[in-house]
């Protein structure tokens, strides 16, 4: 198990930049995929991207690829989204989600770990 705490998020004009950080505790944060979801108001929670255990392989939702990047820091404990070409519907709040592995995957889906979430807001 690890615990996953979410920062970086803001109120910010279309087409700015953001970074969200997710720093997880423990010693296995390697042995994790890592994840973005985000929700918006009203709908359900949504897979936003991916990344692999050494970050070799990432996976994107189709609405934010060429946009956002995922990247990680396995020495912090890390993992980041940068978000640029910001739009209001990237208003949401984001969530940090990790799933344990012994695979090199970016998997989509069955995320067992979540962050609290942090609220990232985009003026239009």
């Known amino acids: 198990q690890v615990q996953l705490v979410e920062s970086g998020g803001g109120l910010v004009q279309a087409g700015a930049s953001l970074r969200l950080s997710c720093v997880a505790s423990?010693?296995?944060?390697?042995?994790?995929?890592m994840a973005w979801y985000r929700q918006a108001p009203g709908k359900e929670r949504e897979f936003v991207a991916a990344?692999?255990?050494?970050?070799?392989?990432?996976n994107y939702a189709d609405s934010v690829k060429g946009r956002f990047t995922i990247s990680r820091d396995n020495a912090k404990n890390t993992v980041y989204l940068q978000m640029n070409s910001l739009k209001s519907e990237d208003t949401a709040v984001y969530y940090c989600?990790?799933?344990?592995?012994?695979?090199?995957?970016?998997?989509?889906?069955?995320?067992?770990?979540w962050g609290q979430g942090t609220q990232v807001s985009v003026s239009s």
């Open positions: 990344i692999s255990r050494s970050g070799d392989s990432t």
């Open positions: 989600a990790g799933r344990y592995t012994p695979l090199p995957i970016a998997p989509l889906v069955g995320y067992t770990n």
């Open positions: 423990g010693r296995t944060f390697i042995n994790y995929a």
